[in-house]
């Protein structure tokens, strides 16, 4: 990091600094793979199915993660709670409104098909 003008501890801040909102920006992604995962694995879109795969992903998170709360105060658990599973209702509504539809298609060939007639 020297070519950039940073001593050894400046860059062990920055990494101090950035290192949690790099980690819950890799949750919420890996969040929202498992859910467009779980969706396409069942075949299903739509925004109701996708809120609907979201709530279970994020119950069987919160099922899983439950034994680590033990002292979180019950407010702070409270608020966390809802935002994510606020968090996890929005994400359902995108991912499952846009499944199948950020795939662009072939061109259709001349004869008037769609593409994929062999």
């Keep these: 990091m020297s070519e950039l003008g940073l001593s050894q501890a400046q860059v062990k801040d920055l990494v101090m600094w950035y ?9 919420c992604l890996l969040f929202a793979y498992g859910v467009a995962l779980l969706l396409a694995a069942r075949n299903q879109t739509g925004m109701r199915q996708g809120i609907f795969t979201a709530v279970a992903l994020w119950s069987a998170v ?35 409104g846009l499944n199948g539809k950020l795939v662009l298609l072939p061109p259709a060939q001349s004869t008037g ?6």
């Design 113 to 118: 098909g769609t593409g994929f007639e062999g």
């Design 19 to 27: 290192s949690p909102h790099l980690l819950s920006t890799a949750i």
């Design 62 to 96: 919160a099922v899983a993660s439950w034994s680590g709360t033990a002292g979180v105060s019950r407010y702070l658990l409270m608020i966390e709670i809802a935002c994510s599973g606020i968090a996890a209702l929005a994400m359902g509504a995108l991912i499952g």
